[in-house]
């Protein structure tokens, strides 16, 4: 046993350092051949295991192209790669280095302060250093994504989790029959029964196109753009990223007033989310008022944030327990389930490793460990892929990837405790 945990920690290190770019970390080879932003803050948490220096450059690295709004996008085009598509020349924002015209996930905050405390001397001076940018990156979300009380996306690719059932009230509102010919270019990397449908990649073109149109003027975004929803997973990461960042800028000493205002701003606003019908929080159209109706990822984050209810917990649990690989993206009993498409089923060990954080702090180690050892048994005996097929774990879409190897190292693999990284 131990030499399998030893080769697998072995494994995850070399992955990193392949998908190694110098400075920044790609997610995997061909599918995602540039910097994504929730990816890179997960491989900024894989690297601080071995290479301390290495994870704080992984982070500094996304910052730098950091708009002068605040907003970090959620791809970084560092160089040219024209087997990616959309690439720069369709996103048109005109940033340098060029990037796309959204943001992802928040986890940056939640991630450098773990990165800091496994070794405060060494990054003292880095994380006081990024500290104001990702100020800045919080208050741009606050300012443009939260004005409805809860985190908001205007994009589904915004919300990390693309292709999810949660997207779904919002999208049949986009028409993407104007969008033209186009030739995608994941289907030449993974199976196309594992990705989105080309009309649901037609609608997210068409809302890309309407970004540009408006030249990602944010106001013109928000009031008339095509697509905007209220999302339970950003939420629950922005607030837990809030308190995160204020334990940083406490600790710098700094005044985080405004961060602890802004948590406690999206905590009153959860009501808005809150589905009776389905007795957790929902995915919401903010155009027509719709829930998603899917018990889905986006809910299980809740621990993250604070204290779970009972009856919620066991809610939540229960649709866990319809599955023996860790928690799905959507509700096994969902008719629109499907295990292995793109964030329509599967299990992400990425998502089990911040649920677990929740877990842990809420005093459930039980549920914490259970999750952990599910995770790392996918990924022992299916190698380190992007996501799993939670009903039988088959491995599914990119290979050796990043986050997942990072996540072994810091979380999923038994040795994690060891590091000092759980």
Not at 186 to 203: I, N
Not at 291 to 311: D, R, T
């Amino acid at each position: 046993m131990t030499e399998d945990v030893d080769r697998l920690d072995a494994q995850a290190r070399e992955i990193l350092n392949r998908n190694d770019r110098g400075g920044y970390t790609i997610p995997t080879a061909g599918l995602y051949p540039y910097q994504w932003n929730w990816d890179s803050a997960f491989a900024a948490w894989g690297f601080s295991t071995f290479d301390i220096d290495r994870a704080w450059t992984e982070i500094e690295t996304l910052f730098k192209a950091q708009w002068p709004d605040g907003m970090v996008p959620h791809i970084v085009f560092w160089q040219d790669d024209p087997g990616y598509f959309p690439g720069p020349d369709i996103w048109g924002t005109g940033t340098d280095p060029a990037s796309s015209g959204i943001s992802q996930p928040p986890v940056a905050a939640i991630l450098a302060r773990r990165i800091w405390e496994a070794d405060p001397d060494a990054g003292r001076d880095r994380i006081a250093a990024l500290y104001p940018r990702l100020v800045d990156w919080h208050r741009w979300w606050h300012r443009h994504r939260c004005t409805s009380g809860v985190a908001a996306i205007t994009h589904p690719w915004e919300s990390g989790r693309d292709n999810c059932p949660d997207w779904d009230p919002g999208m049949a509102g986009v028409d993407g029959s104007g969008v033209g010919p186009y030739t995608r270019r994941d289907t030449g990397h993974v199976d196309a029964s594992m990705r989105p449908r080309k009309e649901d990649y037609d609608r997210y073109l068409a809302i890309l196109n309407f970004g540009r149109g408006c030249g990602w003027d944010q106001e013109t975004i928000i009031a008339d753009g095509p697509f905007l929803m209220a999302d339970p997973f950003i939420t629950f990461i922005l607030i837990r990223a809030h308190r995160d960042l204020a334990a940083i800028g406490k600790a710098l000493g700094h005044d985080t007033a405004e961060l602890e205002a802004w948590a406690d701003a999206l905590v009153a606003g959860l009501p808005t989310i809150w589905n009776e019908a389905l007795g957790c929080h929902d995915a919401r159209d903010l155009r027509s008022g719709r829930f998603a109706g899917v018990l889905g990822s986006g809910a299980f984050l809740a621990w993250l944030a604070g204290p779970v209810a009972p009856e919620v917990e066991a809610r939540l649990v229960e649709v866990w327990d319809r599955v023996p690989h860790g928690v799905p993206s959507a509700d096994p009993a969902y008719a629109g389930f499907e295990p292995r498409r793109y964030w329509r089923g599967p299990m992400w060990p990425v998502v089990n490793s911040l649920i677990a954080m929740g877990l842990t702090d809420a005093g459930r180690a039980d549920l914490a460990e259970r999750l952990r050892a599910e995770t790392a048994g996918a990924i022992t005996r299916g190698g380190f892929n992007e996501y799993f097929d939670p009903v039988d774990g088959t491995p599914c879409g990119g290979k050796d990837f990043s986050w997942t190897a990072a996540i072994w190292l810091t979380w999923a693999s038994p040795s994690a405790g060891a590091k000092g990284a759980t």
